[in-house]
């Protein structure tokens, strides 16, 4: 099974640990389930994140729309918490959370929302196995813990939001007007989440890393604020100087990320990895012919490949200074031509059989005057 390296361990990681040391209190013992769903606000869903379970975890990879829950809408509206003392009734009104839950053994469930400052994050769920067990000694007992459990949940994801914000500045008060329009960046992070998702299990990719990868794709192209409107601009065909300078982002936008890293004192976010992987080798190719590296096959890490897939395909269906935009079928088409040579044949796969999620981002996240 492919392993992700150490530094990709997250959230989860440490979940884990505080799940085992709250059970070692004999009041909390029968805590069998911590999770974390995380709400996008750009599309109303509610996606899982990271868990820690005594059994199996029956919603890795689950998302709903927050407007389908009466509940839990209300509770991240209100910032109430909700105590289930008893899931039967639940899993037999039809909801699929629940019913999924009550099938793998869980009995009860405490649900906080994550808020802070007026901004909803999304939820943090306790479950046990134990019908009644979340009673008010129970429930006052893990206050403190739901405390710590969120606030490290917002400090990653502030984190990751902030770097975001500090490359948006850095765009806007550079000359570069390129064609990473706010609508591109938006696209190109869901079909790599979308792709990220359906992957084999043999990749081993969590919730938690599908999660970084969506908010770290945004960032693939930063190092092109370097480049000189001139060239990222050109209606034609760049000559050899020219393509030399462009590829320059590359190296360029790695330098960047380090930076902030060091001047923000961020070097011991999870995931880095990750992200300097993105910006680093999302030109590569699998055989060897892409930049500035020249790796190949599997020295492309598949966080690359899989940013590359999502890259080239919305860069294909959108207008440039030098295209017109093609239609899905087209750019599907070109990317599956070049399956196994130049991209990664399962993420291409992948994309070619989501063409109807394609279709809900294109049009939710479609080209205005003001990109």
Not at 82 to 111: E, V
Not at 267 to 293: C, F
Request: proline share 5%.
């Amino acid at each position: 099974m492919y392993q992700l390296p150490a530094v990709h361990r997250g959230i989860a990681e440490r979940l884990i640990c505080l799940h085992d040391e709250i059970k070692g209190e004999n009041t909390l013992a029968s805590l069998s389930r911590i999770a974390v769903a995380l709400y996008d606000d750009t599309s109303d869903m509610v996606k899982t994140f990271i868990h820690s379970s005594d059994g199996e975890s029956p919603v890795d990879g689950a998302s709903a729309p927050l407007a389908q829950s009466h509940s839990l809408k209300q509770l991240a509206k209100t910032g109430a918490r909700r105590i289930i003392n008893d899931l039967t009734p639940s899993a037999n009104d039809g909801g699929s959370f629940s019913r999924r839950l009550y099938d793998a053994g869980y009995r009860s469930s405490y649900t906080v929302p994550i808020v802070n400052k007026g901004t909803f994050y999304g939820f943090l769920f306790f479950n046990s196995f134990e019908i009644g067990f979340f009673q008010p000694p129970v429930v006052q007992r893990l206050r403190p813990y739901a405390e710590l459990i969120s606030l490290a949940v917002m400090r990653e994801l502030d984190t990751v939001r902030m770097m975001q914000a500090a490359v948006k500045v850095i765009r806007s008060v550079s000359s570069a007007r390129d064609e990473e329009t706010g609508s591109h960046l938006a696209r190109m992070a869901r079909y790599a989440r979308l792709i990220a998702a359906k992957m084999p299990d043999h990749y081993g990719l969590t919730d938690e890393y599908v999660e970084f990868l969506f908010q770290f794709c945004p960032l693939h192209d930063v190092g092109k604020v370097a480049v000189p409107d001139a060239i990222l601009l050109k209606p034609g065909k760049l000559t050899e100087d020219e393509f030399t300078l462009m590829k320059g982002h590359v190296v360029k936008g790695v330098e960047i990320i380090d930076l902030m890293m060091r001047d923000f004192g961020l070097k011991s976010m999870p995931y880095l990895d990750v992200l300097r992987n993105i910006v680093a080798y999302h030109h590569e190719a699998l055989d060897g012919s892409g930049y500035p590296y020249g790796l190949r096959e599997s020295q492309i890490p598949i966080e690359a490949r899989i940013a590359a897939v999502a890259d080239v395909f919305d860069a294909l269906t959108s207008v440039r200074p030098y295209k017109n935009a093609w239609t899905n079928e087209e750019a599907m088409h070109l990317l599956q031509k070049n399956a196994g040579t130049k991209f990664d044949p399962e993420c291409v796969d992948i994309l070619a059989g989501s063409l109807d999620e394609i279709k809900v981002i294109q049009a939710r996240f479609a080209e205005t005057v003001f990109d």
